[in-house]
């Protein structure tokens, strides 16, 4: 699931990848399907595909598999997709937002709709929820051996504007303009990567209370990731209850 990206939520989506490798790739090869489409097929001159390529070896697929995507998507196959964004709220009133890419606007809404009634959440229109987040480039790293100090410096010097330390890894975020140039920087410097991408980050935070509530949002979430159609879901849970 994504959210507001401290380390507790990027592990528990790095565990989940890691045990639906299959579902991830079925996203990603979407992802860069569309990428191709829009930009073509030279991650030179299309930093969306330099993106998604850096993103799916971040979740371990092969270089084969990426390159025989963007092979079958320059020559026109792979499916029709378009990316549409969804907004509402989960139980609580907390925001979500769900990003999806889809053949079928009429199956993913309706899929998407079913989701937020059956836990507890409802569908809004578009840009009810939008306000509450900013768009920011996120990378958590670990750094090896260099000091807190180090990382900073070298993560200001590639355009970063803050750092972050969480469990022992770093989190480092940037604009979303200055996203590619800053995590290749760093990569240069170093860097290994736990995840890097453009995420959205919401504002503030809401904390659920009721255990209802929260066993609603948490299986709200799940139905949303498990969904083909859905590439992210982001939300302002501070989803830090003990489980």
């Known amino acids: 699931m994504s959210g ?5 939520n990027i592990a528990h989506r790095k565990e989940k990848t890691d045990a639906q490798r299959a579902k991830l790739f079925t996203k990603l090869s979407r992802e860069i399907t569309v990428s191709v489409r829009e930009g073509g097929a030279d991650p030179a001159s299309n930093p969306r595909l330099k993106d998604c390529m850096a993103k799916a070896r971040a979740g371990n697929v092969p270089q084969e598999n990426i390159k025989r995507v963007i092979e079958r998507a ?5 499916g029709d997709y378009e990316s549409v964004r969804y907004e509402g709220y989960g139980p ?8 999806a890419m889809t053949d079928n606007r009429h199956r993913t809404a309706s899929e998407v709709r079913h989701n937020f009634d059956k836990y507890g959440g409802k ?4 840009g009810c929820v939008g306000w509450c987040f900013s768009s920011k480039g996120v990378m958590i790293a670990e750094c090896g051996d260099l000091g807190e100090d180090d990382v900073l410096l070298l993560s200001l010097q590639a355009g970063a504007s803050d750092v972050q330390t969480y ?3 770093y989190e480092i975020t940037c604009a979303p303009e200055s996203f590619s140039m800053c995590r290749d920087a760093l990569q ?3 860097f290994a990567f736990l995840s890097a991408s453009v995420e959205l980050v919401p504002e503030n935070l809401v904390k659920l209370t009721g255990e209802e509530d929260i066993k609603l949002m948490r299986k709200l979430l799940t139905a949303m990731d498990d969904s083909d159609d859905v590439q992210d879901v982001w939300h302002n849970w501070s989803a830090d209850e003990p489980d």
């Open 4 to 8: 507001h990206s401290k380390w507790k």
């Open 74 to 78: 320059a020559g026109g196959g792979g």
């Open 92 to 99: 609580g009133g907390v925001a979500v937002i769900v990003d």
């Open 123 to 126: 569908l809004g229109a578009a």
């Open 167 to 169: 469990d022992g890894v």
């Open 188 to 190: 240069a410097d170093g």
